[in-house]
């Protein structure tokens, strides 16, 4: 039998880590506890990892959290022989390794995220007990070649290729993180290239819609967001007709030609609309089908969507097989994107308080503040105004803003305004300068949005 991780032409400095990892799981007689995050990547990380141990006959016990800090690392207790952390720990590795000596346990650490400032990762051989495994120690891109999920599908076939069946979760993980857009690169590409050569799925590129059915995925888009169809079926079911798609057919039964001709008038519709051609691009996603679980877009946001409503029990099942949690999690995730849409819906209806530089919303849940600020920008709005989301609720206004890599050329720093409007009026604030948020107190908001109005027309307004 061949080698999959060579087939998957993974980098040795990679390859020999998850060798390692593999010895150390085997070695392992005790319990094995695993932690993992709580969104799309750490589910499917979570879910691989304990699938994994229990067809290699492991005691285990496995969790998902939201956040791992040091003081929860502190409180461990001991009762493992392995802890494996997962989508998490390389922030925090001098912690857990310190909580791991003490405890006598070894760890293993996969993770995507920024270390601790360290050039590299954590060894056994090091004498710290753990094994860390970060693609950003091997130059691998890690924000769209490779996630927690990648990691722990690589890891889970060096221990036994009968693992291999868990690779759709690696990539369902990887489109929960974003790591499709616009596609898969490095180790998520090899991976895919691997498993469509095995015959275990094909590609799509260029229809990133979810749904069980072509109708439904066009009446349910948020994002992209799509003006006359999004939210209104009689529309979708009118132009199904004239393309000559039944709406109940799914994507995987639309022949070549006709995913094309929907995809081609999608792409006009999208920018008849008014729609900012960078956010078009959102059509040209990468996603795969696969024979047993359909489109692997729609199977990653379901995941994802248990997580925000606090159900990894439900994106783990999924995982490990249960039709039924399959069900759950479809549900979990249709109500929530009716919740969104109807959120979009009326945000399009009451439309933007215009100020002079900048787009306003009021928007009820803080949840969703971010969300429908980049929804409302890319899609309902001018593309040449900054949005800003502003929830209020118990004295504090929360607040979101959205701009696009168009304006941030012009010389527009989302982040260091929301941090330098918010400081003087007893607030905080920051983020990216495409993307940034601010808290400031509820009876200041008006102050903060004219300042805010105020040095958007100074940034953007300086490089014209
Ligand atoms: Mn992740």
Redesign the pocket.
């Known amino acids: 039998m061949d080698d999959p991780l060579s087939s998957m032409a993974i980098i040795e400095s990679l390859v020999s880590r998850f060798r390692e990892a593999a010895t150390l799981v085997e070695s392992t007689e005790g319990l094995i506890r695993v932690i993992s995050?709580y969104?799309?990547?750490?589910i499917c990380?979570g879910g691989i990892l304990s699938k994994m141990l229990f067809r290699g006959q492991k005691r285990f016990h496995a969790s998902n959290v939201s956040v791992l800090t040091k003081e929860d690392v502190a409180a461990l207790d001991g009762g493992f022989s392995l802890l494996i952390v997962s989508?998490m720990g390389s922030s925090i590795a001098p912690d857990i390794s310190a909580r791991a000596m003490k405890l006598g346990t070894r760890c293993i650490i996969l993770?995507?995220?920024q270390p601790d400032g360290r050039g590299t990762p954590y060894s056994i051989s090091d004498g710290r007990g753990i094994l860390e495994i970060n693609p950003r120690f091997h130059s691998v891109n890690s924000s769209s070649g490779c996630?927690?999920?990648t990691l722990a599908f690589l890891m889970a076939v060096a221990i036994d290729q009968k693992n291999l069946d868990l690779g759709v979760f690696a990539l369902a993980?990887a489109i929960?993180?974003r790591q499709n857009v616009p596609e898969f690169l490095e180790l998520n590409s090899n991976i895919r290239t691997y498993l469509q050569n095995r015959g275990d799925l094909r590609s799509l590129k260029g229809l990133p819609l979810q749904g069980r059915t072509v109708g439904e995925s066009l009446e349910m888009a948020n994002d992209p967001f799509m003006t006359d169809l999004s939210g209104n079926p009689e529309n979708v079911s009118r132009l199904l007709g004239t393309l000559g798609i039944d709406p109940r057919s799914t994507l995987g039964d639309l022949s070549k030609d006709k995913l094309k001709l929907l995809q081609s008038y999608l792409y006009v519709h999208m920018l008849r609309s008014g729609v900012d051609p960078g956010a078009v691009h959102e059509l040209f996603r990468e996603t795969v089908l696969t024979e047993k679980w359909g489109d692997v877009q729609s199977l990653a946001f379901e995941i994802d969507a248990c997580g925000r409503v606090g159900d990894t029990g439900t994106g783990t099942e999924v995982i490990w097989g249960s039709a039924e949690a399959r069900e759950r999690a479809y549900s979990i995730r249709r109500d929530y994107r009716m919740k969104v849409q109807q959120a979009i819906l009326s945000v399009k209806r009451a439309g933007p308080r215009k100020m002079e530089h900048i787009d306003v919303i009021e928007v009820a849940e803080d949840k969703m503040a971010g969300v429908l600020a980049g929804i409302a920008h890319n899609y309902l709005f001018s593309h040449s105004r900054p949005v800003l989301s502003v929830s209020i609720s118990g004295g504090e206004a929360k607040i979101s803003s959205r701009g696009n890599r168009g304006l941030c050329k012009k010389g527009l720093n989302l982040g260091k305004i929301m941090n330098e409007s918010s400081k003087g009026i007893g607030g905080t604030g920051g983020g990216h300068d495409v993307a940034a948020g601010a808290t400031v107190p509820a009876d200041r908001i008006e102050e903060y949005l004219s300042a805010v109005d105020k040095a958007v027309g100074e940034q953007i307004g300086r490089k014209k």
């Open positions: 995050h969104d799309g990547d750490g990380s989508d993770d995507h995220h996630c927690a999920s993980g929960a993180d």
